[in-house]
């Protein structure tokens, strides 16, 4: 059958490009690995130039908005504006790896120019690299295992539209409206930090693999240690363009997501942030080895930089195969690569280890249990299989450690530079390890479920509960962060920034260390003076010790380096680089570190009925706000104008105001906390009630008509001047679900954030006539509440006497209470008076209606004993006021963050710029 | 002994240190029934929304206060007091985690997440059904 309006034609020929890449890339890795330079080139070029025009293909597709191909219906709709098109190349783990091979071959095509002895070894690795992304994109099925996703599947060849009767129409494209219009993007990604943090992201990624290569070039030939200067320049850069790719991530979330942060410890934002750990860890190890004779924990330099690149693709791995379920806000869903990632990540583990071995009879052993497991795991004992695997990387590593490299006798100085150097490279390793093993949890109980009968068994039998909670293999990150992870990763941070701060003036070898604490002598005062200001300007707790600490050991590093650059390298550019990219690390940690703890939630649920619920789950950092009321949060007044729809946003307006010191007179009398008080003199009102209370205030225990009738509710201060105006929105999105997104007023030292926590998207449901709601309120006498504008009292019951019954059309058998209702606004306070009938013991409703007031009432049942009655309230469309649930925070100081990441940028780039023009001048063919 | 050693022992006392600290802090995944024998503790439970049960959202009451019903993977429902303005989308959620404890009969939730069904499974949906009318 021909289907009509399809490009298929595009599709084959796009299918055929990825199958070109995919040899090619096969080629160019047999070339390298024989030694056949020039065919490997041209094989890679070929590789290169077709996952381009993949790429560019793509992009026509949707911009053509060719929604028969299943990748752009699912990203692209005809709303969307064109500037969203990278966002949607990216929004699918097609686009995802599309992205990061761009960045390979751009990294490769630049790794093809250089000329050293590397360049095969170098470019066999990055070949293969390739080989596994391209396979990625095959979408070829074998039985039930998938390898790849193709990004030009047709949407009807698509297996979850199988054998769909629409499958089977030749013009369905035409004949179904829903075939012209795509699903769009997810609404959270069409934001203009989401064009430009993925790419940046994966080019980090990318860059990783850079030094990877380079090291399993040195593990092959262990003579020459000349690899380390390449490796070096590219860890750096790796280092610079990873860290800012992940705090851009954070920058995003920030200013686009709500959950008031930047940083939350999410799966997928950790699983980016190890590899930058170990990146940078293995960056100082090369700087220690890269001009000795004598190598210095040479195992560790190695691994540190093959854990990096193994790390990514674990993070690939635990992101995109959907592994993590639900731990995570933003991974993806299973789409059914998993066994083919799996592959992928074990089959560099394997190589990377089998590498680090360098006795051939290991190497030999190490390949057959390999090959064995491999069995094994075919025949379906797949966790089984990858445990062993694990266990023998455990051996393999401290078999390599103890015996397959070069080392050293003589004991390094404690005072020498390479020894902190080392000690700060452990300290990232510690940190690396913990944030795995929290993120890695979903994945651990995989292992503990075919251990759970022998864990339960020992449990058992030796009565203890931490086995048997194992046995379970039902283990969940928890949600406290500080004990999950500040708890660990405070304190070490502690000791990195103090080694940070320390190492820098440090020479080589040894120092004497006089002169060191002499020029740190600034420093440490500057950074006592500085944590004392802190404690001054924050309410820190007890408990928050090991954030002080950290807060003046950052201090330290910062005013450390800075000093460095001020006294040593005043001039020396070159010299620059190390010392401004640690200042700018230590202003990112000062930063998050002072605007999370020192968060300052500035709304606060005050109508909330908390008595119903216990203490733990009171949540009070939500407050509702009426349309056009005004309320006090922390130094403003924040009034709720209107809102309105501008494109798919709802945007509500919320006003500042700052606020204007209140003046109360003698004779005012004002509630605080039940009580009523009188005012005894004139005077401003100061933040707090209670530091008025006695110079100001009279305790009145019975307040007289006048004082009940006069109390309002005490006030720090009136609203003043209008000061800004932010404006928090919810994008409208039918299919993914409305999502909110916070205004953020920015000044240099701190920022408030708004957001909407729920508001009205659309007028609420109302029958015929615009009546809503229609709650039945349990109410006693004297009790109160707000419909809308309007303040309603029950003010007391009585029974309705025999004479009044005629005028209100009732029985002289009937018999009925009146409520005295009073219902009091802006403009009127009348009396009112609903019944309840009981007529031969059957309940007559009465429906009563205040038409001045738009609200409609009916008493449901009444008891005399309690004085309670439950009654049902109407209110009219006409009288319904909006309102929304906000939330309002301070984050002090936010901007040294930022400040800090373009600094670690800048430096990590000179650092870069510094190395390429010492190792270029010494070798021409670095 | 070796500077070395010291401190390759050091790292391992800290590695392990790490993980023991913070595995107390661990939650658990369970089901409610499970849920009910740790009562107070900070667990895990995911669910699928119950819809014989309306959810209920009065924010001029209290704004942070969302109830509603849930079955758990064994098909028990619960009555669950979630502690935040009720999220959008709730109704239409696929799947949804709750974090928090059983409290007496309830349980209340003081952190959720929801997954909620991808546009091209809603689609898919909707393409199966009778529903369907071509635009002849």
Request: net charge negative; with cysteine.
């Given at each position: 059958?021909?289907?009509?309006?399809?490009?298929?034609g595009?599709?084959?020929?796009?299918?055929?490009?990825?199958?070109?890449?995919?040899?090619?890339?096969?080629?160019?890795?047999?070339?390298?690995?024989?030694?056949?330079?020039?065919?490997?080139?041209?094989?890679?070029?070929?590789h290169?130039?077709?996952?381009?025009?993949?790429?560019?293909?793509?992009f026509?597709l949707?911009g053509?908005?060719?929604?028969?191909?299943?990748?752009i219906?699912?990203?692209?709709?005809?709303?969307?504006?064109m500037?969203?098109?990278?966002?949607?190349?990216?929004?699918?783990?097609?686009?995802?790896?599309?992205?990061?091979?761009?960045?390979?071959?751009?990294?490769g095509?630049?790794?093809?120019?250089s000329?050293?002895?590397?360049?095969?070894?170098?470019?066999?690795?990055?070949?293969?690299?390739?080989l596994f992304?391209?396979?990625?994109?095959?979408g070829?099925?074998?039985?039930?295992?998938?390898?790849?996703?193709?990004?030009?599947?047709?949407?009807r060849?698509?297996?979850?539209?199988?054998?769909?009767?629409?499958?089977?129409?030749a013009?369905y494209?035409?004949?179904f409206?829903?075939?012209?219009d795509?699903?769009?993007?997810?609404?959270?990604?069409?934001?203009y930090?989401?064009t430009?943090?993925?790419?940046?992201?994966?080019?980090?990624?990318?860059?990783?693999s850079?030094?990877?290569a380079?090291?399993?070039?040195?593990?092959?030939?262990?003579?020459?240690?000349?690899?380390?200067?390449?490796?070096?320049?590219?860890?750096?850069?790796?280092?610079?363009?990873l860290?800012?790719?992940?705090?851009?991530?954070?920058?995003?979330?920030?200013?686009?997501?709500?959950?008031?942060g930047?940083?939350?410890?999410?799966?997928?934002?950790n699983?980016?942030?190890?590899p930058?750990?170990?990146?940078?860890?293995?960056?100082?190890?090369?700087?220690?080895?890269?001009?000795?004779?004598?190598?210095?924990?040479?195992?560790?330099?190695?691994?540190?930089?093959?854990?990096?690149?193994?790390?990514?693709?674990?993070?690939?791995?635990?992101?995109?195969?959907?592994?993590?379920?639900?731990?995570?806000?933003?991974?993806?869903?299973?789409?059914?690569?998993?066994?083919?990632?799996l592959?992928?990540?074990?089959?560099f583990?394997a190589?990377?280890?089998f590498?680090?071995?360098?006795?051939?009879?290991?190497?030999?052993?190490?390949?057959?249990?390999?090959?064995?497991?491999?069995?094994?795991?075919v025949?379906?004992?797949v966790?089984?299989?990858?445990?062993?695997?694990?266990?023998?990387?455990?051996?393999?590593?401290?078999?390599?450690?103890?015996s397959?490299?070069?080392?050293?006798?003589?004991?390094?100085?404690?005072?020498?530079?390479?020894?902190?150097?080392?000690?700060?490279?452990?300290l990232f390793?510690?940190?690396?390890?913990?944030?795995?093993?929290q993120?890695?949890?979903p994945?651990?109980?995989?292992?503990l479920?075919?251990?759970?009968?022998?864990?339960?068994?020992?449990?058992?039998s030796?009565?203890?509960?931490?086995?048997?909670?194992?046995?379970k293999?039902n283990?969940?990150?928890?949600?406290?962060?500080?004990?999950?992870?500040?708890?660990?990763?405070v304190?070490?941070?502690?000791?990195?920034?103090?080694?940070?701060?320390?190492?820098?003036?440090?020479?080589?070898?040894?120092?004497?260390m006089?002169?060191?604490?002499?020029?740190?002598?600034?420093?440490?005062?500057?950074?006592?003076?500085?944590?004392?200001?802190?404690?001054?300007?924050?309410?820190?707790?007890?408990w928050?010790?090991?954030?002080?600490?950290?807060?003046?050991t950052?201090?330290?590093a910062?005013?450390?380096?800075?000093?460095?650059?001020?006294?040593?390298?005043?001039?020396?550019?070159?010299?620059?680089?190390?010392?401004?990219?640690?200042?700018?690390?230590?202003?990112?940690?000062?930063?998050?570190?002072?605007?999370t703890?020192?968060?300052?939630?500035?709304?606060?649920?005050?109508?909330?009925?908390?008595?119903?619920?216990?203490?733990?789950?009171?949540?009070?950092?939500?407050?509702?706000?009426?349309?056009?009321?005004?309320?006090?949060?922390?130094?403003?007044?924040?009034?709720?104008?209107?809102?309105?729809?501008?494109?798919?946003?709802?945007?509500?307006?919320?006003?500042?105001?700052?606020?204007?010191?209140?003046?109360?007179?003698p004779?005012?009398?004002?509630?605080?906390?039940?009580?009523?008080?009188?005012?005894?003199?004139?005077?401003?009102?100061?933040?707090?009630?209670?530091?008025?209370?006695?110079?100001?205030?009279?305790?009145?225990?019975?307040?007289?008509?006048?004082q009940?009738?006069?109390?309002?509710?005490?006030?720090a201060?009136?609203?003043g001047?209008?000061?800004f105006?932010?404006?928090?929105?919810?994008?409208?999105?039918?299919?993914?679900?409305?999502?909110?997104?916070?205004?953020?007023?920015?000044?240099?030292?701190?920022?408030?954030?708004?957001?909407?926590?729920?508001?009205?998207?659309?007028p609420?449901?109302?029958?015929?006539e615009?009546?809503?709601g229609?709650?039945?309120?349990?109410?006693?006498?004297?009790?109160?509440?707000?419909?809308?504008?309007t303040?309603?009292?029950?003010?007391?019951?009585?029974?309705?006497?025999?004479?009044?019954?005629?005028?209100?059309?009732?029985?002289?058998?009937?018999?009925?209470?009146?409520?005295?209702?009073?219902?009091k606004?802006?403009?009127?306070?009348?009396?009112?008076?609903?019944?309840?009938?009981?007529?031969?013991s059957?309940?007559?409703?009465?429906?009563?209606?205040?038409?001045?007031?738009?609200i409609?009432?009916?008493?449901?049942?009444?008891?005399?004993?309690?004085?309670?009655?439950?009654?049902?309230?109407?209110?009219?469309?006409?009288?319904?006021?909006?309102?929304?649930?906000?939330?309002?925070?301070?984050?002090?100081?936010?901007?040294?963050?930022?400040?800090g990441?373009?600094?670690m940028?800048?430096g990590?780039?000179?650092a870069?710029?510094?190395?390429?023009?010492?190792?270029?001048?010494?070798?021409?063919h670095g | 002994?070796?500077?070395?050693?010291?401190?390759?022992?050091?790292?391992?006392?800290?590695?392990?240190?790490?993980?023991?600290?913070?595995f107390?802090?661990?939650?658990?995944?369970?089901?409610?029934?499970e849920?009910?024998?740790?009562?107070g503790?900070?667990?895990?439970?995911?669910?699928?929304?119950?819809?014989?049960?309306?959810?209920?959202y009065?924010?001029?009451?209290d704004p942070t206060?969302?109830?509603?019903?849930?079955?758990?993977?064994?098909?028990?429902?619960?009555?669950?007091?979630?502690?935040q303005?009720?999220?959008?989308?709730?109704?239409?959620?696929?799947?949804?985690?709750?974090y928090?404890?059983?409290?007496?009969?309830?349980?209340?939730a003081?952190?959720?997440?929801?997954?909620?069904?991808?546009?091209?499974?809603?689609?898919?949906?909707?393409?199966?059904?009778?529903?369907l009318?071509?635009?002849?």
């Amino acid at each position: 059958m021909e289907y009509i309006g399809e490009w298929t034609g595009i599709a084959s020929f796009g299918q055929g490009l990825i199958a070109l890449a995919f040899g090619a890339s096969f080629v160019s890795l047999v070339a390298f690995l024989c030694g056949w330079k020039s065919v490997g080139r041209k094989a890679f070029y070929v590789h290169s130039i077709s996952t381009f025009a993949t790429i560019a293909l793509i992009f026509a597709l949707f911009g053509a908005h060719r929604y028969e191909f299943e990748y752009i219906w699912k990203h692209l709709n005809n709303e969307m504006p064109m500037r969203f098109i990278f966002s949607a190349f990216w929004g699918g783990q097609e686009g995802g790896f599309l992205l990061w091979m761009f960045w390979h071959n751009v990294l490769g095509l630049v790794l093809l120019r250089s000329d050293s002895k590397w360049h095969n070894a170098v470019l066999a690795t990055v070949a293969a690299i390739e080989l596994f992304l391209t396979s990625m994109l095959l979408g070829i099925y074998f039985g039930n295992f998938q390898l790849g996703l193709d990004p030009f599947l047709l949407l009807r060849d698509a297996p979850s539209n199988a054998g769909l009767p629409w499958t089977a129409r030749a013009d369905y494209l035409t004949a179904f409206p829903m075939f012209q219009d795509g699903q769009g993007l997810n609404p959270l990604l069409q934001n203009y930090w989401m064009t430009i943090h993925p790419p940046t992201l994966f080019l980090g990624f990318a860059s990783t693999s850079i030094p990877f290569a380079y090291a399993l070039a040195g593990l092959a030939d262990r003579s020459d240690s000349s690899w380390m200067k390449p490796a070096l320049r590219w860890s750096i850069f790796g280092i610079g363009i990873l860290g800012t790719g992940i705090l851009m991530g954070g920058a995003w979330a920030y200013e686009a997501l709500s959950f008031g942060g930047f940083w939350a410890w999410d799966p997928v934002e950790n699983s980016s942030l190890v590899p930058w750990l170990t990146l940078v860890a293995g960056a100082h190890l090369l700087l220690i080895n890269r001009n000795r004779k004598k190598p210095m924990a040479l195992f560790s330099t190695y691994y540190f930089l093959l854990i990096s690149f193994l790390l990514v693709l674990y993070s690939t791995f635990l992101t995109k195969s959907g592994i993590l379920g639900d731990t995570s806000v933003h991974s993806f869903v299973d789409s059914g690569i998993l066994p083919q990632l799996l592959v992928y990540v074990l089959s560099f583990v394997a190589l990377a280890h089998f590498m680090l071995l360098r006795l051939t009879a290991w190497k030999s052993a190490f390949g057959a249990i390999l090959a064995l497991l491999l069995l094994v795991a075919v025949k379906g004992y797949v966790v089984e299989a990858i445990g062993v695997f694990l266990l023998m990387l455990v051996v393999t590593s401290v078999k390599a450690y103890r015996s397959d490299f070069e080392r050293t006798e003589e004991e390094e100085s404690i005072w020498g530079r390479e020894f902190w150097m080392f000690v700060g490279s452990l300290l990232f390793l510690v940190s690396a390890a913990h944030i795995t093993w929290q993120t890695s949890l979903p994945v651990f109980n995989q292992f503990l479920e075919p251990l759970s009968p022998i864990l339960a068994q020992w449990g058992e039998s030796w009565n203890n509960q931490m086995l048997l909670d194992l046995s379970k293999h039902n283990l969940a990150p928890g949600t406290d962060l500080d004990q999950t992870y500040h708890l660990v990763q405070v304190p070490l941070a502690v000791l990195i920034m103090a080694v940070m701060g320390l190492a820098q003036w440090l020479k080589y070898k040894s120092t004497n260390m006089k002169t060191v604490a002499k020029n740190l002598f600034y420093a440490t005062a500057l950074s006592v003076v500085g944590t004392g200001a802190l404690i001054w300007a924050y309410p820190f707790d007890w408990w928050e010790l090991p954030r002080v600490a950290l807060l003046f050991t950052a201090l330290f590093a910062v005013f450390s380096n800075a000093d460095y650059i001020l006294r040593m390298a005043r001039g020396k550019w070159k010299q620059w680089g190390s010392p401004v990219a640690h200042v700018g690390f230590g202003l990112v940690i000062f930063g998050a570190v002072l605007s999370t703890s020192q968060k300052d939630i500035i709304s606060q649920n005050q109508i909330g009925d908390i008595s119903t619920l216990n203490e733990e789950l009171n949540n009070r950092e939500d407050l509702l706000i009426m349309e056009g009321d005004t309320l006090s949060m922390g130094p403003y007044f924040v009034s709720y104008r209107d809102r309105y729809q501008e494109g798919i946003h709802v945007k509500f307006r919320m006003d500042y105001f700052d606020k204007a010191p209140h003046t109360y007179q003698p004779g005012d009398v004002v509630f605080f906390d039940g009580m009523v008080f009188e005012a005894k003199e004139t005077h401003e009102a100061s933040p707090q009630f209670s530091d008025d209370l006695e110079d100001h205030w009279m305790f009145i225990p019975f307040p007289n008509e006048r004082q009940a009738k006069t109390a309002q509710l005490w006030k720090a201060g009136v609203p003043g001047n209008r000061l800004f105006t932010l404006e928090p929105r919810i994008q409208l999105n039918e299919q993914m679900g409305n999502a909110p997104e916070p205004d953020t007023k920015h000044w240099l030292h701190r920022d408030l954030y708004t957001h909407i926590k729920w508001g009205r998207v659309s007028p609420p449901e109302t029958d015929e006539e615009g009546w809503m709601g229609g709650r039945t309120h349990t109410m006693q006498v004297g009790d109160s509440m707000l419909v809308g504008h309007t303040l309603m009292t029950i003010d007391s019951l009585r029974a309705v006497a025999d004479t009044e019954k005629p005028e209100r059309g009732l029985l002289q058998k009937d018999l009925a209470i009146a409520a005295c209702v009073s219902l009091k606004n802006k403009e009127r306070d009348t009396p009112h008076q609903p019944l309840y009938i009981v007529r031969d013991s059957t309940i007559i409703p009465d429906l009563y209606e205040a038409e001045a007031y738009g609200i409609k009432m009916r008493i449901e049942t009444f008891d005399p004993q309690a004085e309670t009655l439950e009654m049902t309230v109407w209110e009219h469309e006409s009288v319904r006021r909006d309102f929304v649930v906000m939330q309002a925070s301070i984050f002090p100081l936010i901007n040294v963050l930022w400040l800090g990441c373009i600094l670690m940028a800048i430096g990590t780039f000179m650092a870069v710029w510094a190395r390429w023009k010492t190792d270029t001048k010494s070798r021409p063919h670095g | 002994m070796k500077r070395s050693h010291i401190l390759s022992l050091l790292l391992v006392a800290a590695l392990i240190g790490s993980f023991i600290a913070t595995f107390t802090s661990t939650s658990r995944s369970v089901n409610f029934a499970e849920a009910m024998e740790f009562a107070g503790e900070e667990c895990k439970v995911s669910g699928t929304l119950n819809t014989a049960f309306p959810v209920e959202y009065n924010p001029e009451v209290d704004p942070t206060k969302t109830v509603f019903h849930m079955f758990d993977a064994t098909g028990a429902s619960k009555r669950v007091v979630l502690n935040q303005p009720k999220p959008t989308g709730l109704e239409n959620s696929e799947s949804i985690d709750l974090y928090g404890s059983v409290v007496g009969e309830e349980f209340h939730a003081t952190e959720m997440l929801m997954k909620c069904p991808s546009k091209y499974n809603e689609n898919n949906h909707v393409l199966m059904g009778e529903d369907l009318q071509a635009e002849d």
